[in-house]
């Protein structure tokens, strides 16, 4: 696999069969950082085969971890650390590599490490990261780029985010997990994926209640154990697959699809006229014809409709009747996939934060371009839902959060190759 890879898309066959779910990149992510605090091999299951957890593999590995995969299953034994640094060509493969500050922190007391890269979906700050652990009485110095912090005088106690932010709530409590005394954590981040942290820390001998509330209270100061944690689904891979099936049409069964994580999603799909029934454990997702347009739709943190899922639902409604409006409340910068559907003959206008999608009866393949993680699986979805061939560059992008999507799709009736990047076969490179 390699940045020039792309796939081949023949657009305009329906979706059936069954997929199965993968587990949640967002959430064995801040696990994989959390097994760096238990002395002993912790067992993580269910881990997707993704560009980002091999990147997570070489952070542990750096540190001194000793990490072994064994289908889906992750053997993290961090009990002789010789590191507390990230180096910088990690930190900037993605930006999770953030999370593993409060989890190196709690079991070095140090770390060091550049500013994370990853998706450019606007600034990436790590402001509120920083305000959490300075208020838990770490000392952060920022210089030349570089973080350099130190639990000198830890004190539990309240910690308010300015914003309920996923990262800094993760951060803030893998550090309080070292911190004797009790931690609050007000304004927290509710995804699903910190109750999953949770879940793990308190496996390994934590104690942590209120995941998934606006408060998360953690009892410090008990050495944690190693622990075996299976991870729950991809509840944005499970909305991705969802919208494939409503624009290219057709009678999917995901299975481990949760509905209650992508409740707004199915809302806004059902309202769009596409059935979605619970069964068997899963999901079935049945759409015929021409979507409904109409809705507004307003990215929130959880429980409100994820960001992530913005432009795979846009890509969805391109080809619907109406006008739909989307309102990007989350990121600053999150609209770069419009430009590509365009291309492909969406009829979208963007102003500010605000993009106004008024459906077209349908989208013509094309050459398109992936720039990031979820604007290429929007790409993806669109180019199933569009007459003719697409071929669409840089899916890369997509390699971090989506495992073995060319033999999900296929398996699922698509019809798509991937061309390896210095391989004839595809047009030029964009
Ligand atoms: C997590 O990113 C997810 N990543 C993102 O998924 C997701 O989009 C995001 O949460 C929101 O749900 C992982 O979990 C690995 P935030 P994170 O801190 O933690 C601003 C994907 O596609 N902010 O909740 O980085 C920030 O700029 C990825 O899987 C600050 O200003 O998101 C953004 O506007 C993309 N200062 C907003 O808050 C900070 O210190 C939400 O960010 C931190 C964030």
């Not at 091999?54 to 992750?74: D, P, Q, Y």
């Not at 408060?215 to 509840?235: F, K, N, Q, V, Y």
């Not at 077209?360 to 290429?376: F, I, Q, S, T, W």
């Not at 390699?399 to 030029?428: F, H, M, T």
Request: contains cysteine; neutral net charge; proline residues 4%.
């Amino acid at each position: 696999m390699t940045e020039k890879d792309r796939f081949i898309i023949e657009g305009g066959h329906p979706l059936g069969g069954h997929l199965r779910v993968q587990g949640a990149k967002n959430s064995v992510l801040p696990i994989m950082a959390a097994a760096v605090m238990c002395r002993g091999e912790s067992r993580i299951d269910n881990v997707p085969d993704l560009s980002d957890v091999r990147t997570a593999i070489s952070i542990l590995r750096h540190l001194g971890a000793k990490v072994r995969r064994e289908g889906a299953s992750l053997y993290v034994d961090a009990s002789s650390l010789t590191a507390h640094d990230i180096p910088d060509g990690l930190m900037r493969r993605m930006r999770s590599s953030v999370f593993f500050l409060g989890a190196i922190l709690a079991a070095c007391g140090r770390c060091e490490m550049s500013y994370p890269g990853g998706c450019e979906l606007g600034p990436r700050p790590i402001d509120l990261h920083i305000d959490a652990l300075r208020e838990l009485g770490i000392s952060i110095s920022e210089e030349g780029g570089r973080l350099t912090a130190r639990v000198e005088h830890p004190r539990a106690g309240d910690v308010h985010l300015a914003f309920p932010s996923v990262g800094a709530t993760e951060n803030a409590m893998l550090a309080a997990c070292a911190i004797p005394g009790t931690t609050r954590i007000r304004n927290a981040a509710r995804e699903p994926e910190i109750r999953n942290l949770q879940e793990f820390l308190n496996a390994a001998g934590a104690c942590i209640l209120g995941a998934g509330s606006e408060t998360i209270e953690i009892r410090g100061g008990r050495p944690l154990h190693p622990a075996h944690i299976r991870i729950m689904p991809d509840r944005i891979v499970a909305a991705t697959w969802l919208c494939a099936a409503a624009a290219a049409g057709g009678d999917l069964f995901l299975d481990e699809a949760e509905e209650e994580t992508v409740a707004t999603v199915c809302r806004s799909l059902r309202r769009a006229g596409v059935r979605i029934d619970r069964e068997r454990g899963g999901l079935r997702v049945r759409s015929t014809g021409r979507l409904r347009g109409g809705e507004v739709i307003r990215t929130q943190p959880y429980p409100g409709f994820p960001t992530d899922a913005q432009a795979i639902l846009m890509a969805t409604l391109a080809k619907s009747e109406g006008v739909s409006i989307f309102v990007e409340n989350i990121f600053d910068s999150r609209f770069r996939h419009v430009s590509e559907l365009v291309r492909m003959g969406a009829n979208i206008r963007t102003e500010g934060r605000t993009a106004v999608v008024c459906g077209v009866p349908r989208l013509c393949g094309c050459e398109v371009c992936a720039c990031d993680l979820r604007a290429g699986a929007a790409l993806c979805v669109a180019c199933l839902a569009a007459e003719g061939e697409s071929t669409l560059f840089h899916v890369s992008h997509i390699d971090r959060g989506y495992e073995n999507v060319i033999q999900l799709l296929n398996q699922a009736g698509a019809s798509i190759r991937r061309v390896a990047g210095e391989e004839e076969g595809g047009k030029s490179g964009m």
